[in-house]
């Protein structure tokens, strides 16, 4: 059975970093695409960030985390972590991890139907 699990969501004030991370199980990270998704109350569901595990390892980000979201991955530990610095009031949400066994392209990831396995989130909110 696939399973994520997401931890290390806190309240932080602006500014601030925190780091999250989703352990999964039930399945290995070769050719795999993992991503982070947010959903602010009232909005639907936003990619944030994937590291695509296929002929080697590759990453994307939504622009508005650019330069201060990191994704990364441990495979001996079977984790994929999202390092948030400089964290903004606008980036609060409820953070998902999400999977998907195989490829998807740089104009695919962002899309939330084109996963197949999610946690069950963790909340961040950062205070002005």
């Known amino acids: 059975e696939v399973q994520l699990v997401e931890s290390g969501g806190d309240l932080v004030r602006g500014g601030g970093s925190l780091r999250l991370s989703c352990a999964a199980s039930g399945f290995t990270f070769d050719n795999t695409v993992i991503a982070w998704f947010r959903q602010a109350p009232g909005k639907g569901r936003e990619g944030v960030a994937c590291i695509r595990r296929s002929y080697g390892e590759t990453t994307f980000y939504t622009d508005s985390v650019k330069g201060r979201f990191t994704i990364s991955s441990d495979n001996a530990k079977n984790t994929v972590y999202l390092q948030m610095n400089s964290l903004k009031p606008e980036d609060t949400a409820v953070y998902y991890c999400?999977?998907?066994?195989?490829?998807?392209?740089?104009?695919?990831?962002?899309?939330?139907?084109?996963?197949?396995?999610w946690g069950q989130g963790t909340q961040v909110t950062v205070s002005s």
């Open positions: 999400a999977a998907v066994v195989g490829w998807l392209y740089e104009g695919n990831w962002y899309r939330d139907r084109n996963y197949d396995y």
